[in-house]
């Protein structure tokens, strides 16, 4: 998972530089930056057991091998997001680099990988943190899928308020689960044998034998333990000062205990033999066999549902900055960009918390099944953002670019054979899903950002325009009734010019001859034009009428309302002006000037 920070604000002039920086640390910069890349270990080394099960006892020996294959890809990636933080000391990240090195499609490539990702964050966090909640607590496994869309608005509701967490909230919780994981590697690795087991179906056969493609299977699978080493390689801006050396210092202790974690894991689960058990989460029943269920089992499991709340509410910040910095380059709508008075692109916000939705419905909350689309996207981003290095290093030709291409260049070879090998170990299993999605996120950008560029060229912006001249403007009045009402919209519309014209629509069952010996008392010394209802509706006919009669003119179209003092009084008008109004918008050279009359 990618967190997008944007940069920090310039040093005014006439204050000093060498006043410390209130950024992040390396503490508090792994709590704010490394919780989906923490959070991972509750569901990664499940995922390959889950798969070697398959060849029983004979699999689940493989499982040390697995997980050491996959650690020593991990320090690839390490290596090489250190020379992405030394070259891009502004925030990095597989979108920045593509966008300056590999161009305008790979951008929208690593964009759409890192939106995918964002998603499935929320949504395999949550569905991770209900499975170790249910663990704990077998009779709500049934509810899981309540519960997950409960977590799920909640946290959105929160994020929609502009509730944001600091990093030093994190550190607390992240601390906690860190120092509840080794408790159970130290606890497990000095038991002969566990202090309590979880007991599964005992009926379990070889249905494969252990060969090449079981073991990249559970490779791929577990891959998705490597979401989120990227984060900090993104956000060095928001580090203190020197930030170059304490992200790098950062990304290297994430790598240390995130694969010491996997390791400590691996072991434990071939030393007590441990099987997938329905309802109950590999890393429950480690912590079950290592510590006994009591105390320690409570405290390690509630760690885990707080720390995978929070990983997934990492991506309440990166993914609507990441839409934001989209529709700022027009490739997705500018609305988008805009912010709430609480400073919340909420459009990007509602995206993430609807599409997470859709997820974890659709997967009925399993993190088993949500799990094999994850690493798909996130090896994407992470081929795109090593060949975009290997590019960097090629034009910059520093000192030592050779190695840094090689580092760069075997770690975009290792991640690019990952997605293919996950893509198809896992395309029957949902990741056909991801290869769909991809390309239509990418295909939608493209539209967009060409649907401005026509705008673009329709506004002709950056060209001085020829001068403004005055010309003819009719302005027309719709009027239902002779009233209070009517009598405000056409002072209006005499106010901004002479030729004024009220117009009205016979509706059936209205009386027109009543309508116009009503007019013809008022008098009110403007032009009527009486229209016949041909659809039943006011807009359409309105709408045809201004289009018909003044063409090549200016059109102004007063729409007089009623504005309820608010309360379920607002539901009481009619509407009428709406569809008016979507009417007329259909017509080119019509300003339409909304007349609200307050009623106290």
């Known amino acids: 998972m990618t967190a997008v920070v944007p940069p920090p604000a310039a040093t005014p002039r006439g204050k000093s530089n060498a006043a410390p920086h209130r950024g992040l640390t390396v503490p508090t910069g792994l709590a704010g930056l490394s919780l989906d890349a923490m959070a991972s270990v509750s569901y990664g080394p499940e995922a390959i057991v889950l798969v070697l099960a398959a060849a029983s006892a004979a699999g689940l020996g493989a499982t040390l091998p697995v997980t050491l294959a996959i650690v020593a890809l991990l320090a690839v990636l390490i290596a090489s997001y250190r020379q992405v933080i030394a070259a891009f000391p502004n925030g990095g990240g597989a979108y920045a680099v593509a966008k300056r090195h590999l161009g305008h499609r790979t951008s929208l490539v690593a964009a759409a990988s890192l939106i995918v990702d964002y998603v499935l964050n929320v949504a395999v966090s949550i569905a991770a943190g209900v499975a170790a909640l249910t663990s704990a607590f077998p009779a709500l496994y049934d509810y899981r899928v309540a519960i997950c869309l409960l977590v799920l608005a909640g946290i959105t509701a929160l994020n929609l308020r502009g509730i944001t967490e600091s990093a030093r909230a994190f550190m607390l919780p992240t601390v906690v689960f860190v120092g509840g994981v080794a408790v159970v590697i130290v606890g497990g690795l000095l038991r002969s044998e566990p202090a309590s087991v979880t007991v599964g179906d005992p009926a379990v056969t070889d249905m494969h034998t252990l060969g090449i493609l079981l073991l990249l299977k559970a490779f791929s699978s577990g891959c998705a333990a490597l979401t989120g080493v990227e984060a900090i ?347 008016l109004e979507r009417e007329l918008r259909r017509n080119a050279d019509t300003v339409i000037c909304h007349l609200r009359v307050q009623v106290a």
């Open 233 to 579: 390689a993104n956000a060095v801006p928001s580090f203190a000062e020197p930030r170059v050396r304490r992200a790098q210092r950062a990304e290297v202790v994430l790598g240390v205990l995130l694969g010491t974690m996997l390791i400590g894991l691996a072991v434990l689960i071939e030393k007590f033999s441990l099987r997938p058990v329905e309802g109950v989460t590999v890393l429950s029943q480690l912590t079950e066999a290592a510590l006994g269920h009591g105390f320690g089992y409570y405290v390690v499991q509630f760690a885990t549902v707080v720390l995978l709340a929070l990983a997934a509410n990492t991506s309440y910040g990166g993914l609507p900055t990441l839409t934001r910095i989209l529709a700022d380059d027009n490739c997705l709508p500018h609305r988008f960009a805009v912010s709430s008075p609480r400073q919340v692109y909420r459009y990007g916000v509602l995206a993430l918390g609807v599409s997470a939705g859709v997820l974890l419905v659709g997967a009925g909350g399993m993190m088993n099944v949500l799990v094999p689309l994850f690493a798909i996207g996130v090896f994407v981003g992470f081929t795109i953002a090593q060949a975009g290095m290997v590019k960097h290093w090629w034009l910059a030709r520093s000192e030592g670019w050779r190695m840094r291409i090689a580092l760069n260049g075997f770690g975009a070879l290792l991640t690019c054979v990952a997605a293919v090998i996950t893509t198809a170990m896992k395309f029957t299993e949902g990741a056909w899903l991801i290869v769909l999605v991809l390309p239509a996120l990418v295909f939608a950008m493209l539209r967009v950002n060409a649907a401005y560029h026509r705008i673009g060229d329709r506004r002709a912006a950056g060209v001085i325009p020829a001068q403004p001249q005055a010309c003819g403007t009719a302005i027309v009045v719709p009027v239902s009734e002779v009233s209070e009402l009517s009598r405000e919209a056409l002072s209006t519309a005499m106010s901004m010019g002479s030729e004024v014209v009220a117009v009205h629509v016979c509706l059936p069952g209205e009386s027109a001859r009543a309508f116009i010996k009503a007019w013809e008392a008022w008098h009110p010394d403007v032009r009527l034009v009486l229209l016949e209802d041909s659809d039943a509706t006011v807009g359409g006919p309105v709408a045809r009428y201004v289009r018909e009669n003044f063409a090549g003119r200016r059109k102004v179209v007063v729409i007089a309302e009623v504005d309820p003092p608010g309360g379920w009084d607002r539901v009481l008008p009619s509407h009428r002006s709406d569809e």
